[in-house]
């Protein structure tokens, strides 16, 4: 009796400890295996064999490039080199517009 109480608690033990690893395993198991990354630019850049920006990457203080090798690149700057404008589009910021490190009217 004794025998039968020891198997059946260690099949219990058994079956619980593998639904506890099987849900801590799930949200591994649901990512992605690889990284997202935007695949139109890593394509552009192996057509071209030049490197080619990663526009969704853009912020105002940086720039991030795909490479030909397959590595991606950032370059950052401490002062704003592009304007984010309400539709979506970027452009450079006008650095004509400053006088004496103070911005004036253009």
């Known amino acids: 009796m004794l025998r039968a109480f020891r198997s059946s608690s260690r099949r219990k033990l058994a079956l619980l400890m593998s639904g506890v690893v099987g849900v801590t395993l799930l949200p591994v198991l649901a990512q992605p295996a690889?990284?997202?990354?935007?695949?139109?630019?890593?394509?552009?850049?192996?057509?071209?064999?030049?490197?080619?920006?990663?526009?969704?990457?853009r912020t105002?203080?940086?720039?991030?490039?795909?490479?030909?090798?397959?590595?991606?690149?950032?370059?950052?700057?401490?002062?704003?080199?592009?304007?984010?404008?309400?539709?979506?589009?970027?452009?450079?910021?006008d650095r004509d517009c400053q006088e004496n490190g103070v911005t004036r009217s253009c």
Do not use: I, K
């Open 34 to 57: 690889v990284a997202a990354r935007p695949l139109s630019e890593v394509e552009r850049t192996a057509e071209t064999g030049e490197r080619v920006e990663v526009l969704a990457e």
């Open 60 to 93: 105002e203080f940086s720039q991030v490039f795909a490479e030909p090798s397959g590595r991606f690149v950032m370059e950052s700057t401490v002062v704003p080199m592009h304007v984010r404008h309400a539709d979506g589009s970027w452009s450079e910021t």
